[in-house]
């Protein structure tokens, strides 16, 4: 945001975009918190799509507002269907049993008992 700040036009553009980063940027830790938390490979491909996905903003917003960026069509494109795929390649992934709880660890235990009251 602080390199594209100076070429936004005008107060209501700035904000506009603030606030997207900051949804894009929560989006990003919260996937790489879930992976870090509960270490599947479904996880970790969601939090590496989320960076990709805010990384293809960021050059939409430098081609766009900073500088022309060369071959930004290719970039651009190229970081976003590689995010999307992660994304959606992990939502068709597998899924832990129900039975799943975390661990004090983090990971992922399918045999632990979910206490009942």
Do not use: E, H, N
Request: glycine fraction near 4%; aromatic fraction near 8%.
């Amino acid at each position: 945001y602080v390199t594209v700040f100076p070429g936004l036009p005008d107060l209501t553009l700035k904000l506009a975009v603030a606030a997207y980063a900051a949804v894009i940027s929560l989006m990003a830790a919260q996937a790489l918190g879930r992976a870090r938390l509960i270490q599947t490979a479904a996880a970790t491909r969601v939090a590496i799509g989320a960076c990709i996905f805010m990384l293809s903003d960021s050059l939409i917003a430098i081609d766009r507002f900073v500088q022309p960026l060369p071959m930004a069509a290719f970039w651009i494109l190229s970081t976003y269907y590689a995010a999307q795929l992660l994304i959606v390649g992990s939502a068709l992934s597998p899924k832990p049993s129900a039975d799943a709880v975390p661990t004090a660890q983090g990971r992922i235990d399918t045999q632990a008992q979910i206490p009942t009251a």
